[in-house]
């Protein structure tokens, strides 16, 4: 079992990771990637992934970003306050590869940044946010 399955043990997928079908493939302080093939479950009209699958994949990993905690025992949550998306690029290709960072906060918010980029290396799409920790119970 690897250290990232560890840290997951326990925890079912949400039910928005189940339908769309990313998968969180890095984590560690301040970091996280998260992966999602394409298909047509996520595209526009015009076959595109919808812009709104970029806004969650950025929400998401930003998210995971701050909240890395390396104790399965101790979960971090939190809830978006603020996200900022910058669409650039049309991705190709099968899959689409976020990736955040935690770049500052304190005790009850964070700040992350965050690309989309597609398995050519290719940026689609980046973001920002603001997060608000959970506090537990």
Known sequence: MSDLDRLLQGEPPSGLQ??????????????????????RHIANRQGLPHG????????TTMG?????????????????LSL?????GQAQGSLL???????????STFFAEGTVRDE???IVATGTGVFRYRRSG
């Open 97 to 107: 590869i976020a990736e955040a960072r935690r770049t500052g906060g304190g005790k």
């Open 120 to 122: 050519s290396g290719a």
């Open 84 to 88: 900022t998306v910058n669409y650039l």
């Open 64 to 80: 995971f970003a701050g909240c890395y905690t390396g104790d399965p025992d101790r979960r971090q949550m939190a809830l978006t």
């Open 18 to 39: 189940d339908h769309l079908g990313y998968h969180l493939v890095a984590w560690s302080p301040d970091f996280a990637r998260v992966e999602l093939p394409m298909g």
């Open 52 to 59: 709104g699958i970029h806004a969650t994949l950025l929400d």
